[in-house]
T-cell receptor, first 112, second 110 residues
Framework: DAGITQSPRYKITETGRQVTLMCHQT?????MFWYRQDLGHGLRLIYY???????DKGEVPDGYVVSRSKTENFPLTLESATRSQTSVYFC???????????FGPGTRLTVT | SQQGEEDPQALSIQEGENATMNCSYK?????LQWYRQNSGRGLVHLIL?????REKHSGRLRVTLDTSKKSSSLLITASRAADTASYFC??????????FGTGTRLQVFP
């Protein structure tokens, strides 16, 4: 399927578990981003990547790990999930910094 | 902290009326973007305005940018019930990433 996809769409996990959220885009966009959306905070950038093997921290990176071995994939890992990481996570991509971002449908993560 | 702040936080209007949302930001920018988010969905890009532009139109959307005041406005003319959504401004702060505001929730009543 063309576009940007995220999996899973919904996930419930327990505190302390490792969780990986997947993001895949078919456009070969250079840039990819991970955001979390919480009530009252809007979207906050977790990590982003300007190209394969290049990643950088955003506003709220603590507790998260990313990798980008292939241009089309940008997985986000919560190494030891905490309740404060309960949120909706959005992945986005763009061909360049002066272009629009294309968002995935989101992953709703609940940490119990 | 947020780079962009939208105002108002919430707006309720009747179909056919115009809706105006404002965005203020803190640092110099290369461009400013507006996005829409329907409940439970991902964000959808509406319009991008560059720092050397003052006004831009797209269909029923009109965006203005005042870099001296570090502010932008989004006007939706002749609103429809389908325009009900949250609207976010996003700025690049002169960097290669976007910082989003907290959004304006627009409710358009039939």
């Amino acid at each position: 399927d063309a576009g940007i996809t995220q999996s899973p769409r919904y996930k419930i996990t327990e505190t302390g578990r490792q969780v990986t959220l997947m993001c895949h885009q078919t456009w070969s966009h250079s840039y990819m981003f991970w955001y979390r959306q919480d009530l009252g905070h809007g979207l906050r950038l977790i990590y982003y990547s300007a190209a394969a093997d290049i990643t950088d921290k955003g506003e709220v990176p603590d507790g998260y790990v990313v990798s980008r071995s292939k241009t089309e994939n940008f997985p986000l890992t919560l190494e030891s999930a905490t309740r404060s990481q309960t949120s909706v996570y959005f992945c986005a991509s763009t061909p360049g910094i002066s272009y629009e971002q294309y968002f995935g449908p989101g992953t709703r993560l609940t940490v119990t | 902290s947020q780079q962009g702040e939208e105002d108002p936080q919430a707006l309720s209007i009747q179909e056919g009326e115009n809706a105006t949302m404002n965005c203020s930001y803190k640092t110099s920018i290369n461009n400013l973007q507006w996005y829409r988010q329907n409940s439970g969905r991902g964000l959808v890009h509406l319009i991008l305005i560059r720092s050397n532009e003052r006004e831009k139109h797209s269909g029923r959307l009109r965006v203005t940018l005042d870099t001296s005041k570090k502010s932008s406005s989004l006007l939706i003319t002749a609103s429809r019930a389908a325009d009900t959504a949250s609207y976010f401004c996003a700025t690049d702060g002169g960097t290669d990433k976007l910082i989003f505001g907290t959004g304006t929730r627009l409710q358009v009543f039939p």
